[in-house]
Antibody, heavy 118, light 107 residues
């Protein structure tokens, strides 16, 4: 059974940093791209970032480029999202999802809540 | 950036009725389009990929059609568990984009 478990969400002040993790099981992690998608309160889904499996090349939404960094550790079956220079508009539930380079988002985690507020 | 526009924003129907959801792209995405179902407090779920292929375990009452810039998700006979928000998403170009969602509510 495929499982994705996000962690690391918290309340953080504007300008602060946070590191999200997504631990996966049930599939060969190193074979798949991984993606982060977020949902702000009362809003729809927004693609944030994708990291490719083969060469760990990365892709970012313009809204987070230069502030967020996606990475992966294939030995730990974990994908990370480093969030820097956080803004109020980054407040959202952050979901990790399997796939996203040449595939769609086949499976999703339950999400982790990031709140940016003073 | 490819903009996906979903209509209607809200669809009010009764169980047993047929639901037709639309997704229109600002430029062609070929068949690189998926549909997701999202319920409050749950993980989103992939329903249809490649415009018309049902994902694993998805009931046959869900079907997708279209290509280019116009797509449709049809639920042939609504079950109580189908009331949720539905999103289309394209993987033709970067950045990947989602539609704004259609809320399917019980009438």
């Amino acid at each position: 059974e495929v499982q994705l478990l996000e962690s690391g969400g918290a309340l953080v002040q504007p300008g602060g940093s946070l590191r999200l993790s997504c631990a996966v099981s049930g599939f060969t992690f190193s074979d798949y791209a991984m993606t982060w998608v977020r949902q702000a309160p009362g809003k729809g889904l927004e693609w944030v970032s994708t990291i490719r499996a083969r060469d760990s090349s990365t892709f970012y939404a313009d809204s987070v480029k230069g502030r967020f960094t996606i990475s992966r550790d294939n030995s730990q079956n974990t994908v990370f999202l480093q969030l820097n220079s956080l803004r109020a508009e980054d407040t959202a539930i952050y979901y990790c999802a399997k796939g996203g380079y040449i595939t769609y988002y086949e499976c999703w985690g339950q999400g982790t809540l990031v709140t940016v507020s003073s | 950036e490819i903009v996906l526009t979903q209509s209607p924003a809200t669809l009010s129907l009764s169980p047993g009725e047929r639901a037709t959801l639309s997704c229109r792209a600002s430029q062609s995405v070929s068949s690189y389009l998926a549909w997701y179902q999202h319920k409050p407090g749950q993980a989103p779920r992939l329903l249809v990929y490649g415009a018309s292929n049902r994902a694993t375990g998805i009931p046959a009452r869900f079907s997708g059609s279209g290509s280019g810039a116009d797509f449709t998700l049809t639920i042939s006979s609504l079950e109580p568990e189908d009331f949720a928000v539905y999103y289309c998403q394209q993987r033709s170009n970067w950045p990947r984009t989602f539609g704004q969602g259609t809320k399917l509510e019980i009438k």
